[in-house]
């Protein structure tokens, strides 16, 4: 059992640095980046933040997917996707493949296609409320899911019948 414990903490530490960032991104750097005078000087940071930002996420997704995935195996815990009181299981690998797909297929291609076109035209200011858009979205299902996972793993579930 030590070894779902040791999962459990890998698991919510990898959450908590990758979530976390989300917030920080969502919160504090992207209304801060749409006040700044240069849309352009602004998109050229944040596409800097962003590359350093996304290496670490991936780390932290490929973390949380391998702990959570250990978990389900050593808990045999596999029937539960077949159960809808566990949304959160199902919520918690739908926010991990969102994010994988972001991190590992989008981001490089959206990184290299920013770049040419910043370096050919203006970027707009409403760029960023798009962006902070997208952001606060993630962030809202994320943190339903923690709570739901949460609540869940630790025994408040919905009633079944
Ligand atoms: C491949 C994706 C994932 C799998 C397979 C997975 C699996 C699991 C499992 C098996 C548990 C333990 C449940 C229990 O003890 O009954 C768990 C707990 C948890 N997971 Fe995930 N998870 C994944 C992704 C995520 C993501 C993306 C988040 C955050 C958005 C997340 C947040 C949590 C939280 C907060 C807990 C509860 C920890 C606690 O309070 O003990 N998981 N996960």
Redesign the pocket.
Known sequence: MDD?VF??VL??L??VL??GGVAMVTWVLLPSLARMESATDAMAFFTRFRQRFAAQARMT?LL?????????H??N?WS?FLQWQYW??H???L???L?SVMLFVMEPRARRQVAAVAASKQISSDAFVKIQRKHLMLLV???M???G??A???GWLIAAN
């Open positions: 779902v999962a459990r698991h919510v990898g959450v990758w979530i997704t949380v997917g391998l702990s959570g995935f250990y978990m389900v050593a808990l815990a539960r959160w299981m919520a918690m690998v926010i991990w493949l994010f299902l994320s943190l899911t923690i709570a996972a949460v869940g793993s630790h």
